[in-house]
């Protein structure tokens, strides 16, 4: 299936009317649905499910650690200078994790994909790096063309490090700028120099990684337009594969660590509409597609042309090219999403080293998707957040339903986005338009069957 390419459109009235908190849905249900009340034998009878199918894999390793501590961040962290008291512990615990579950999977299913995230994976040193590495390809097979990724802090890094992760054998590679204004990098408490970052970009092209990846934020403290249209040109002059620029979610209640934000210093509503709206005409006017949401790639990227294809998937690390593989997470905090069955590790260090001492699977939280009205939404929400479409004849036919009485209530709550013209529901498609893109979460929410008792607070907004 070729789908169009047609870009984004901006419409700064229609994104103010529509734009409430929704779930980001790198999964559905949403990870908010996790429940601390569950069976752990429905994570190992989907396991064994997966093993019948010959499902391929994907693993996610988290590494929890930071040198200091980022006050934008919303991550599960552990900032903490004392390296030789907590990595090695650590990853003893983590060498666990990896044992209890490896065995129940069966040996035939190829990794195709694997990334390594945080936290900060490069508090690890690089024979710490090497034993994890080892402990994985110890217990899995990985395919020959597997995706094998890592996130690094360019503050934490220099030329050799970068090099050795290359060979080691990553070949995707992620870091994050957030913003070049040394203002703005002052209030959030990531300094790092316009001519590191240059530096660390040069490694990595040295290193020639297939695909590197920066981060970007916008609604930072002090940014404005005109600093941010500078920190998009020498985003642009780094000429990465990948961009991610994501909306800064200030929730100084759920974080701490942002409360040392003055909320004062923040843009204005207005200023970060006008941000978005230069980022976006920035940026595909310098040759990058917008995949989705937060994220755009060069044409000849994975991303963008598994997107052409109709072949574009999501999942708890975001959008990726990899169909139908289950992805099992390792570390505290990690989640694990199986066919039917998503679990999330302990999110305390404590919990989880207890849980391996006890020879426990170290789970936290678990949602089964029970009822087949759960695949099925799970299907719609993905296609219309992957591909902007999706074929009402196909869903019908593969599910034995009629989509528009299905659907009824859905389409009713459908029908603002298409009288305001964000999408189009069609006899046969359904399709969000160019100006409905950067909404195709609040899309996408119409058919989120948990929407209707969720309370929305619990989410940020999409711009």
């Given amino acids: 299936m070729e789908v169009s390419t047609q870009s984004v459109r901006f419409d700064a009235q229609l994104l103010q009317k529509h734009n409430h908190p929704t779930p980001r849905y790198t999964s559905y249900p949403p990870a908010t649905e996790l429940s601390s009340d569950f069976?752990?034998?429905?994570?190992?009878?989907?396991?064994?499910?997966?093993?019948?199918?010959?499902?391929?894999?994907?693993?996610?390793?988290?590494?929890?650690?930071?040198?200091?501590?980022?006050?934008?961040?919303?991550?599960?962290?552990?900032?903490?200078?004392?390296?030789?008291?907590?990595?090695?512990?650590?990853?003893?615990?983590?060498?666990?994790?990896?044992?209890?579950?490896?065995?129940?999977?069966?040996?035939?299913?190829?990794?195709q994909q694997m990334h390594w995230g945080g936290g900060t994976p490069n508090y690890l040193n690089p024979e710490q790096l090497e034993r994890l590495w080892n402990k994985l390809h110890e217990h899995f097979t990985f395919a020959e063309d597997a995706e094998i990724s890592i996130e690094v802090n360019p503050r934490y890094i220099d030329r050799d490090y970068i090099l050795f992760l290359r060979k080691l054998g990553f070949n995707r590679i992620s870091f994050g700028i957030q913003d070049f204004n040394p203002v703005v990098?002052?209030?959030?408490?990531?300094?790092?120099?316009?001519?590191?970052?240059?530096?660390?970009?040069?490694?990595?092209?040295?290193?020639?990684?297939?695909?590197?990846?920066?981060?970007?934020?916008?609604?930072?403290?002090?940014?404005?337009?005109?600093?941010?249209?500078?920190?998009?040109?020498?985003?642009?002059?780094?000429?990465?594969?990948r961009i991610a620029v994501f909306n800064f979610a200030y929730v100084p209640?759920?974080?701490?660590?942002?409360?040392?934000?003055?909320?004062?210093t923040l843009p204005s509503s207005e200023e970060k509409l006008e941000i978005v709206h230069m980022t976006i005409d920035e940026l595909t006017d310098n040759g990058y597609v917008f995949i989705g949401m937060d994220h755009f790639a060069k044409p000849g990227d994975e991303l963008a042309i598994a997107q052409r294809k109709g072949e574009l998937?999501?999942?708890?690390?975001?959008?990726?090219?990899?169909?139908?593989?289950?992805?099992?997470?390792?570390?505290?905090?990690?989640?694990?999403?199986?066919?039917?069955?998503?679990?999330?590790?302990?999110?305390?260090?404590k919990d989880f080293y207890r849980a391996i001492e006890e020879k426990q699977t170290p789970i936290e939280k678990l949602v089964k998707l029970a009822e087949p009205d759960n695949l099925l939404r799970r299907e719609v929400i993905?296609?219309?957040?992957?591909?902007?479409?999706?074929?009402?004849?196909?869903?019908?036919?593969?599910?034995?339903?009629?989509?528009?009485?299905?659907?009824?209530?859905?389409?009713?709550?459908?029908?603002?986005?298409?009288?305001?013209?964000?999408?189009?529901?069609?006899?046969?498609?359904?399709?969000?338009?160019?100006?409905?893109?950067?909404?195709?979460?609040?899309?996408?929410?119409?058919?989120?069957?948990?929407?209707?008792e969720r309370k929305q607070q619990r989410f940020s907004k999409s711009i």
């Fill in 39 to 111: 069976n752990q034998q429905d994570f190992y009878e989907a396991i064994a499910r997966g093993n019948a199918k010959k499902t391929p894999l994907s693993l996610y390793c988290h590494i929890p650690f930071c040198e200091s501590a980022c006050y934008f961040c919303g991550c599960n962290v552990i900032v903490t200078q004392l390296k030789d008291k907590v990595a090695n512990p650590y990853l003893d615990y983590l060498f666990e994790n990896i044992e209890q579950t490896a065995p129940l999977i069966d040996g035939d299913r190829l990794v």
């Fill in 185 to 241: 990098q002052e209030a959030i408490n990531r300094v790092q120099p316009e001519e590191l970052l240059f530096n660390v970009m040069a490694w990595m092209r040295e290193a020639d990684f297939e695909s590197v990846n920066v981060d970007l934020i916008y609604g930072l403290p002090y940014q404005t337009l005109d600093t941010f249209r500078d920190t998009i040109a020498k985003t642009i002059q780094l000429n990465p594969d």
């Fill in 253 to 264: 209640w759920m974080k701490p660590v942002q409360k040392r934000i003055l909320e004062e």
């Fill in 313 to 349: 998937h999501r999942n708890f690390q975001g959008y990726t090219t990899k169909p139908d593989s289950e992805l099992f997470g390792f570390g505290v905090t990690a989640i694990s999403m199986l066919h039917d069955v998503y679990v999330q590790n302990y999110k305390g260090l």
């Fill in 382 to 452: 993905m296609e219309l957040m992957c591909h902007f479409r999706l074929d009402k004849r196909e869903i019908s036919q593969k599910h034995g339903i009629d989509f528009d009485t299905y659907f009824a209530l859905d389409l009713r709550m459908l029908q603002e986005f298409e009288e305001d013209g964000l999408v189009i529901n069609g006899c046969d498609i359904i399709e969000v338009t160019p100006s409905g893109r950067l909404m195709v979460r609040n899309i996408a929410y119409c058919f989120d069957a948990y929407s209707r």
